[in-house]
């Protein structure tokens, strides 16, 4: 038996008005003459969080667009760019949802990494740390804050640059930040960190350690989609830690048939991961009985729109294309449907499961 043996986030901070500590935070790992650079999610552009980023010196905001989830050839851009302009930067700095902060890890490690953020979709594969690197979510629910991973759509694949090089060496969680979240979006990327516990705690890697951290972010969960009647402060700081203890909780289990299925309707159709394990676990009833039931209705005690139909009008070839991403995630699969996932879930059982949505 191997034990996972994985890195963390070095350096945490958590409290509404946390990010005021930004400037302190960040002092001592400014090398002279290189600047810090801050990744912020172009919502923010004009926005007043824009104007409280501690700047000093050559230190720039970048508004990065996360219309579209991060691309390997968007992350490369953004890292010649900063090269050419710099040559060296002391950090990066992530301000963002899950697509920020991805973004912010990986221009980090292509920083110091020679060739594509491409050549290491995959595991294990970045051979140098990269900068400094900050995250600041101002969204909950992903656990990209926490994870070792950056997920990326490459030429080939969508898959991660994962490795011991890429979780954040500090971590902010302020969540003040989050506020301003509009409520469809706000559920989406919460979702995304209810499914990591159910997948988790369902799973068939799950421990002690997976439980302890993924039955905290459920209830938590649960204190905000179930239990409330308005959003309030409280559900911000809450969904905040729900995100953080689901991250822990994947991190030492994985995912299973939502993401799995998710990843083929991103690959082919660009859906968002928040909205894409939305639409899938619609129709996991199968896999995750009281999961599924309790998603139901907190999509409709939330009033949420999930859409339906997608796949209405695919060709064979592009439900194929589909099938081959899905099926290529096979230790999502193993923790989904245990070692003999393969008999289980076969291609035309899942032919049919993405013809349903
Ligand atoms: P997102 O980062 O894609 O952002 C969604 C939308 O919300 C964007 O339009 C953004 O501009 C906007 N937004 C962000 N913060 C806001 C705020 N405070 N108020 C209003 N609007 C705001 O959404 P997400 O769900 O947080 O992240 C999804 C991404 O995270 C995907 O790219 C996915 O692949 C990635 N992800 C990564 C990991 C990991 O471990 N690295 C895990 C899960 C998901
Ligand atoms: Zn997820």
Known sequence: ??????????????????FNQLDEIIAP????????????DHFFEGKPLASRVPLRGKDKIVFVDVTYEPKTTQVDALAAELKAAFGEVSGIIGIGGGSTLDLAKAVALMMKNP?????????????????????????SGTGAEVSRTTVLTG??????MNSDFTPFDQIVLDPELTKDAPANQRFYTGM??????????????????????????????????????????????????????GGMSIAYSQVGVA???????SYLLGT????????????????????????????AKNNIDIPVGICANLSEAQFDAMINVSLGMKPLWEN????????IMTREKLRALYGKL
């Open 1 to 18: 038996m191997q034990f996972r043996n994985f890195k963390m986030v070095d350096y945490v901070v958590y409290g509404r008005g946390s």
């Open 155 to 160: 030429p080939t694949r969508k898959l991660g």
């Open 259 to 265: 993401h799995a299925v998710s990843y083929g309707l």
């Open 192 to 245: 995304d960190c209810y499914i990591h516990c159910i997948e988790s705690l369902e799973g068939t890697f799950l421990n002690e350690f997976s439980k302890s951290y993924g039955e905290k972010a459920l209830e938590l969960c649960r204190k905000v989609f179930v239990e409330k009647n308005t959003w309030d402060e409280e559900c911000d700081d809450q969904l905040m830690m729900a995100s953080y203890a």
């Open 115 to 139: 060739g594509s953020s491409a050549d290491y979709q995959g595991w294990d594969l970045v051979q140098q740390a990269g900068v400094y690197k900050v995250g600041i979510p101002t969204l």
């Open 29 to 40: 790992r400014r090398k002279s003459d290189f600047p810090m650079i801050f990744f912020l």
């Open 272 to 299: 968002k991961h928040g909205i894409g394990n939305c639409i899938v676990m619609n129709h996991l009833a199968e896999y995750y009985p009281a999961g599924v039931k309790e998603f139901k209705h907190m999509v």
């Open 336 to 343: 989904a449907l245990g070692p003999n996932w393969e008999s």
